[in-house]
């Protein structure tokens, strides 16, 4: 199984970043996928989440209003979409996949994870 999350960089406080996140090894029909953050010195985060059978999204309240999260079934793709970005959104965001029915939102429940990309955001 593997998890290739991409397309973070550099972006100036309130730009925008689209992460996406390849998924491949076997069906995910019935996963959550989530995206989680961490900064220097921090615990990781969890971001965003959505049940890959029926697209139910959730947030961290640093989250909403601001990200959304999509999956894409045919490429076996999920993408964050991040807007409004503050400097405190700077991590190196990761995406996992959990064999769970329900949104989970602690690392613990998630069996796979992607390398990481980085976001930085100046302010």
């Known amino acids: 199984v593997q998890l290739q999350a991409s397309g973070g960089g550099l972006v100036q406080a309130g730009g925008s970043l689209r992460l996406s996140c390849a998924a491949s090894g076997r069906t995910f029909s019935s996963d959550v996928m989530g995206w989680f953050r961490q900064a220097p010195g921090k615990e990781r985060e969890f971001v965003a989440a959505i049940r890959w059978s029926d697209d139910s999204p959730y947030y961290a309240d640093s989250a909403k209003g601001r990200f959304t999260i999509s999956r894409d079934n045919a490429k076996n793709m999920v993408y964050l979409q991040m807007n409004s970005l503050k400097p405190e959104d700077t991590a190196v965001y990761y995406c996992?996949?959990?064999?769970?029915?329900?949104?989970?939102?602690?690392?613990?429940?998630?069996?796979?994870w992607g390398q990481g990309t980085q976001v930085t955001v100046s302010s």
């Open positions: 996992a996949a959990a064999p769970a029915a329900d949104v989970v939102t602690v690392t613990r429940g998630y069996d796979y």
